[in-house]
């Protein structure tokens, strides 16, 4: 059975730091591209950063230079380090799983999803 399980979300000050993990089973991580999104209620899920098997990574303007996507092919996980985090980035986490082709940013994009991990950032 197919599965991508986060963790590590939680309620964290502003300016503080959480990683978030998410586990796969059932398949490899390692072919495939791997994204994480966000969502908060009424709104769209966004896409909040890729992180490709070659070590690359993209991340959208709001978090750039905060938060870290990585991955471990070796444990099937990858990772988000969130640093210097804001009350805007108080959302459900969730992370994907895709082939390579079509647009990283894109929900379409992605085959596989977890069920999502609850950020929480007070002021």
């Known amino acids: 059975q197919v599965q991508l399980v986060e963790s590590g979300g939680g309620s964290v000050q502003a300016g503080g730091s959480l990683r978030l993990s998410c586990a796969a089973s059932g398949f490899q991580l390692s072919p495939h591209r791997m994204s994480w999104f966000r969502q908060t209620p009424g709104k769209e899920r966004e896409w909040v950063a890729v992180g490709y098997r070659d070590g690359s990574a993209l991340y959208a303007e709001s978090v750039k230079g905060r938060f870290t996507i990585s991955r471990d092919n070796a444990k099937n996980s990858v990772y988000l380090q969130m640093n210097s985090v804001k009350p805007e980035d108080t959302a459900m986490y969730y992370c994907?799983?895709?082939?390579?082709?079509?647009?990283?940013?894109?929900?379409?994009?992605?085959?596989?999803w977890g069920q999502g991990t609850q950020v929480t950032v007070s002021s």
């Open positions: 994907a799983a895709g082939p390579m082709g079509g647009n990283y940013y894109e929900r379409s994009a992605y085959l596989y």
